[in-house]
Each structure stands twice: as C-alpha cells, then as structure tokens.
C-alpha cells in the first residue's frame, strides 16, 4: 500500500475552469514533487515544496500553483485549463535529506480537459 | 542540459525469456543520480533502483540486475526469466546533486505474454 495517497482519481473539465487536485504523503515527509504525465510521455516536473515553501519549478506557466500545508498534505492548482492539461498528475513526497534514495509516488489523479 | 533517452518505446517478449531495457543519459554534473521506475496500469511509479554516480558497481536483485557504465553514459536494466506480473512501463530517471527535479525517459512499455 502505497504512503502517498492523491484525490481525486479521476476529474473532468471544461476548458478555461479551475482545478485543485490534494496529496497527502507520508507523515514525517517534508518534501512533495508534483509532475505532469502526458499519454505516453514522461513525467515532467512541475514544481516542489520544501516546508511549505516553493523550492523549485519546471517549465510550467504561473497558473500553475501549488501549497504545502504542516499535516504533510498539499495541493495543486491550475487555473485558466487548457486541453493540453489533460494528463495524469502525480505526487511524490520524500523525506528531507533522503530524497536521492527514491521518492515515494501516489497513483495518480487523471485529468481531462474538455 | 539533463536528458534521458529509452530508445526502445515497446518490447513485447515471451514468458521466460530475459529482456534488457536501455537507457542512455545526458549531463554536465560529475555527481549525479540514475533511477529506475515501474509504473503498473494503477499508475503509481514504483521505485526499483538508485545509483550514484560513484557507484559503478553493477547489481542483482532476484531476477533484475542493473548495468551501469560511466564510459557510455548508459544505465541498463535486465530482467532474468520474465514473468506476466512484470508487465508495466518503466521509466528510467536521473537527478543531478542539488537539482529538485528528477528528469524522466520517455519509457518503455514492456509486454510479458504467457
């Protein structure tokens, strides 16, 4: 059972609407990853929270946002949605100094952008 | 500039047989990461292996091994008589020292049939 747990599963939405998609990691783990999953691709990094702090950011515009809260949980926001946001948007949390050592991944919260 | 390459989009192989999976990095860090992810149709990405940099020494673990080499910038991973239950996407990844991001392959999708 995995430490990292997102909701929702599964979200569809319009085009031009707001999206808050919640992660709640593993207690103790101090570090949260969100990436963008397109069909077939990759990964790509969208940005991490170190103590509710924004301590790094891809190539994702600001409408992209997100918050870490004290209770290991933290969420991210896109606003404005495009069609290329649809995706699965998974959330990795790690703890401070092991990062290197494997973060832990949740399975997931598949969006569609209609 | 980060970069990871998986030449090999899809592999399909029949039960039984052992299957290599390819991966070629890019970076400029002499202190640098390498990651293998498993990624099942429930989605999570699965933590498999961390190497260091410093850390040539190749390793075995049941039926996977792992063989890294500086020399070609290559970070391969074998599994020894495949089985249905490995059928995923994996994903090989690297992060370089102080870097917050992993960087991601584009994965292969490996199909074990019976």
């Known amino acids: 059972e995995t430490g990292v747990t997102q909701s929702p599963t599964h979200l569809i939405k319009t085009r031009g609407q707001q999206v808050t998609l919640r992660c709640s990691s593993q207690?103790?783990?101090?570090?949260v990853s969100w990436y963008q999953q397109a069909l077939g691709q990759g990964p790509q990094f969208i940005f991490q929270?170190?103590?509710?702090?924004?301590?790094g950011r891809g190539n994702f515009p600001p409408r992209f946002s997100g918050l870490q809260f004290p209770n290991y949980s933290s969420e991210l926001n896109v606003n404005a949605l495009e069609l290329d946001d649809s995706a699965l948007y998974l959330c990795?949390?790690?703890?401070?100094?092991?990062?290197?050592?494997?973060?832990?991944f949740g399975s997931g919260t598949r969006l569609t952008v209609v | 500039a980060q970069k990871v390459t998986q030449a090999q989009t899809e592999i399909s192989v029949v039960e039984k047989e052992d299957v290599t999976l390819d991966c070629v990095y890019e970076?400029?860090?002499?202190?640098?990461?390498l990651f293998w992810y498993k990624q099942p149709p429930s989605g999570e990405l699965v933590f498999l292996i961390r190497?260091?940099?410093?850390?040539?020494q190749n390793e075995i673990s049941g039926r996977y091994s792992w063989n890294f080499q500086k020399s070609t910038s290559s970070f391969n991973f074998t599994i020894t008589a495949s089985q249905v239950v490995d059928s995923a996407v994996y994903f090989c990844?690297?992060?370089?020292?102080?870097?917050?991001?992993?960087?991601f392959g584009q994965g292969t999708r490996l199909t074990i049939n019976p």
């Open positions: 990795a949390s790690s703890l401070e100094g092991t990062r290197f050592y494997g973060y832990t």
């Open positions: 207690s103790g783990h101090n570090t």
């Open positions: 929270y170190y103590r509710e702090e924004e301590n």
């Open positions: 970076t400029r860090d002499t202190t640098y990461y």
């Open positions: 190497r260091n940099s410093f850390d040539e």
């Open positions: 990844a690297l992060s370089e020292r102080g870097a917050q991001k992993l960087v």
